[in-house]
């Protein structure tokens, strides 16, 4: 693709001569390299409630970035507006970071990436808005009519495209279509007049709405939401202490983005302020878990052909055999630390600064049977489903919220539980894992990440895992 | 600052494509951030953008839309797509706007806006940060490392105008510092913060004072144990329990009251937490985060009652949950620039008691002083709560040793009726703001 033929080249009439002033602008204080982030996201979200479609929502958010490095310091500055006066003013804001005479840059711009890990049948404005409300009707229907104990459905869709330009000073030039989309369904089911229980389920991906027309259907979603809201209606209280706690497959691998993934940000070693920090090479884990981040996987949640700074993706090990192998990089890092890249830079908008991020984070499956690793615990906590979790990176302490979980009572799983969070310390969580299976699981698509302030779309993924020892926080003795 | 204007001939441009009412909010924004790390510049960031939403309703069908560009043919597009999508939305019986009798804004000056911040220039405004640093660095050896010290900034304006004749806007100006030491001994590092906001540069708190609390706080968790599990009473310091009034917050708004997704939905006028317990939500207090003229419908913001001494008075609703409910809004609409309007709270503030957090501390002979939650396992439609904690073990009166890797469960419910005092010590450090809370048994989990 050339830039005239490409979205902003067409819509904007964005040329390799502007991309090269403002850059040039962006250096004229003296930084040692700067980079444009232009981004254009048409965004639609509907909701269903009460089997009302009460919110219809559509818009548009667009602006470029600007940012320019020296040294370790950063300049940041954006424009909503893409009027050459306007971007070069950001880029002289932002330029002010550094303090010396004008970069000359390189003129001339390479094309990065050649691959499409989200081709798309019919892009989101190609598809009618009639076609979308159908599928949160349709899940609200199958939701209502799984069982006459659900009293309350809600079920939204959302799908984006964003249309992504990067120029950087080191004469890279990539471009982007990112499409995303999610359908989520939540009921609340009651047994007569007794305490309701919530079931949630979503899913999607780098996808749009055939995805969820032909693969994932909103059925399937309908019945897994309320599959979970009439498992709690038996749950008795969690137990509270430490015991073996066996994690079903897929979404729990949420456990690896909390106790190991965020540590390993390169941003956080670069300043040692990580409980990983100065530890590659060493054991952080039993030599049963190799955890990997792989943002090249064909249209999942978390994949991009390129990240938010125009480098490709990859697939880096982090964990090899339970030894400490590496980092997750964004540029500044890389460039501090002097190492490689690994395609892990990201942001949320182009109003954010880039940083270091997980993209698809997971377990390698083991050789273990799932059905023997429950059989070989005679008592613990079978957790089949997670709500969110935090880490303090610092000291390592992370915790995770099981929302589907189960007694195991002489290698049986008998009793449902109710929610409770579990708890853990990063470098030393892992080193329990006694069992993996080998049956790994890729999470459904529905997760969200947090750091500083900026969310970005993650995936995740375990196999069946045992852990011999975790605390964990119910109220029952 | 922008022009209203803007917003009452975008609603013209919606009633005439088709539209039977509608609603605009325009709103824009100046960020600035300084972020000082090891005593040397690591960020600055200086921009600004505005952005535009609509919402019409086409008879009892309603549609939104948003755009970043307010160009003509930016509000064009912004109109176009209001009236395609709400076309394909359902009649909703409930839809509409508030009654013209509840529109209006305050009058008073409400000091949501101060042009001291502005005065600031970028040189100055990073040696704030510096100093607040360098403050934190002094305070204490075992502060080796720092994720930073930042000074941040904010101006901005806010447009709300709608098709039965509302249009207020009103300016809004915020200033913080904060500061992320790092302290090491031996086998320990720790990580943790403190801050100050204002609305106004001449209200924050000095550099020395935010430094030396943020190393104070950082050092007390060094050599933090695990405990064994155990039923005690638990302090939530006031920054932690401001979390408790947020999982109140979620429990009375009205979408979740509507739907029975509360553990408090019909138990209005019903006692439901102790005596020690009044909860407050007042959008009206001059200066404060969570004050402002109008709600994002246009309705006056006022001080609610929320919960009086155990007893609940009231929800917090919109225009659309209050008709669902059969009730009156209390002026309590929240919108951001996308979507339908949702609730949120001006200041909401559990009001304080008359003991010193000092007194309450030496009242216990054995239990948790949380100073920090992590994760967010708080079911509010059962109530079920179970968080993990970091704090101070308590013993005979005193601080004996920091704790982690734990967590502290019960049910909201209980935890309400559990509230065996509040401290003196309520501090409005943000819109939420709550004393010190005791409440008189949770489960510990640890080894």
Redesign the interface.
Known sequence: MSLSSSFFGQKFGITEHDLESYLSEALSAGGDYADLYFEYLAT???S??E?????????????VGVRVLAG?????????DLSPEKIRK?AR?AA??ANGPAQVEKTGFDESHKRNLYPLLTAPHETS??ER?ELVKRADRAARAADSRV??A?ASYVDSLRQVLVATSDGVLSFDRQPLARLGVSV?ARDGNG????GYSGGGGRVALDFFQNEKTPEHFAGEAVRQAIVQLDAVP?P???MTVVLGPGWPGILLHEAVGHGLEADFNR???S?FSGRVGELVASPLVTVVDDGTIRNRRGSLNVDDEGVPTERNVLIENGVLRGYLYDKLSSRLLGSGTTGNGRRESY?H?PMPRMTNTFMLAGESDPADIVRSTPRGLYCANF?????????G??????SESYLIEDGRITRPV????????GPEALKYVSMVGNDLQLDEGVGICGKEGQSVPVGVGIPTVKLDRM?????AG | MIDPDLATQTIRQALERGATDAECTLAEGEEFSAVVRMRSLEKLKDAGSRAAGLRVLVGRRAGSSYTSDLSAAGIRMLVDSAIEIAAISTEDPHAGLPDPSELGALTADLQLYSTDIQNLDTAYRIEQARATEEATFAADPRITNSEGSSFDAYSGARVFANSRGFLGSYRLSSCSLHSTPVAREGQFMERDYWYSSARSYAKLESPAAIGRRAAERTVRRLGARKVPTQKVPVVFDPQTARSLLGNIFDAVEGNSIYRSASFLAGKLGERIASENVTVIDDGTIPGLFGTSPFDDEGVPSRRTVVIDRGILKSYLLNTYTAVKLGLKTTGNAARGITGNTGVGHGNLYLEKGDRSPDEIIRGIQKGLYVTELIGSSVNIVTGDYSRGAAGLWIENGEFAYPVSEITIASTLQRMLTDVESAGSDLDFRGSVASPTVVIREMTVSGH
Request: some cysteine; proline content about 1%.
């Open positions: 639609s979200s509907l269903i409630d089997s009302i479609v009460k919110s219809a929502v559509q818009g548009v958010s667009l602006g370790d310091r950063t300049g940041y500055a954006y424009s909503g950001a804001v002010c970071i808005l009639a409300v009293f309350q809600q609340l305490i309701p229980q919530r969690a509270a202490g430490e300043k040692k302020v409980a109003q600064i709500g969110g979790g935090q880490v303090d990176i610092t000291s302490n992370f915790v995770f919220s099981a109710r929610g409770a969070t579990l708890t853990g310390n605390t964990v926080g119910g109220t």
